[in-house]
């Protein structure tokens, strides 16, 4: 299965470290990276994670046994975790987080960063809120004249039509559910636009709730797509059904499938890097 990433790393950062160079002998440590500023513990570690010090500075990683026959690295929002074959020893695998941890402290540095700014875009959950809808804001109002939820195009008004004490999950599950109903129309028109400028068929779609990526595609020809892509304007959801339909040619993200992407979407490079501004994490939270 092929994923969007929704920006560099945004949604882990990976590493494949073939094992014919992690397997041998531990070669001497590279220089440890410099040290941070002291900052508050971050990742909290897993309930299973495992601690490796290197120098004075503690790793948490999660460890998982697989058929795999590389050593995989994924850091997330969950911190540092590692994919190993079953036959791999533990010492190789620590050599292996030696060999690359300029790598490792780096990705979780940045992953503190992006921590740091999920405060911003938080919406107060009340009437006269705003949060944004296709790339423009939208106030929030509780009350509706028809008595119906109603979405005001002109004046850019979503009428929720709750009573004035609502609480805030009730109208985090209004307006969720509005933008849901959205997304299903318009990512699925946009899907058979772009699929018929490229002259494919996807065999099915639907609607995910991924907190990390914006889509996927898989060799069957299913396409899921995020439907927090409504925060975004036309431009940034266009680009995500042109680059998943792509997939549908070719499977991988080297330089032919770019050129299908750019033959459907040239703009693609704009969009492209818009979209890696706005990782999912520092979206409105439902």
């Not at 490796?52 to 050593?71: D, F, M, N, Q, V």
């Not at 791999?88 to 940045?110: C, H, P």
């Not at 068929?201 to 995020?226: E, M, V």
């Amino acid at each position: 299965m092929k994923l969007l990433r929704p920006a560099t790393d945004a949604d882990g950062a990976q590493l494949e470290l073939p094992l014919a160079e992690s397997a041998q002998a531990p070669q001497p440590a590279a220089p440890p990276a410099p040290e941070p500023p002291q900052q508050p513990a971050w990742p909290v570690p897993q309930p299973n994670a495992r601690l490796l010090r290197i120098g004075e500075r503690p790793l948490h990683y999660t460890l998982k046994r697989s058929a795999r026959r590389t050593i995989g690295f994924t850091i997330d929002d969950r911190g540092l975790s590692i994919t190993a074959p079953r036959w791999v020893t533990l010492a190789d695998i620590e050599s292996a987080i030696l060999e690359k941890q300029r790598w490792i402290f780096n990705k979780l540095g940045e992953w503190r960063h992006r921590e740091s700014r999920r405060i911003l875009p938080t919406v107060q959950w009340r009437d006269g809120a705003s949060l944004p809808f296709l790339g423009q804001p939208l106030t929030l109002s509780l009350e509706s004249p028809l008595g119906a939820l109603l979405f005001d195009a002109d004046r850019r008004v979503l009428h929720l039509a709750l009573p004035g004490h609502a609480d805030e999950q009730q109208i985090k599950d209004r307006v969720q559910g509005w933008l849901q109903q959205q997304a299903r129309r318009l990512l699925a028109e946009r899907l058979d636009i772009y699929a018929d400028k490229l002259g494919v068929r996807h065999t099915g779609f639907a609607l995910t709730s991924a907190a990390t990526r914006w889509g996927s595609c898989t060799a069957d020809g299913k396409i899921r797509l995020n439907w927090r892509l409504m925060h975004f304007p036309l431009s940034m959801i266009d680009y995500v059904a042109a680059h998943e339909l792509a997939h549908l040619k070719e499977m991988n993200h080297g330089p032919r499938f770019w050129q299908t992407v750019e033959s459907i979407f040239p703009e693609f490079r704009d969009a492209r890097a818009q979209l890696r501004a706005h990782p999912p994490e520092l979206l409105p939270t439902f």
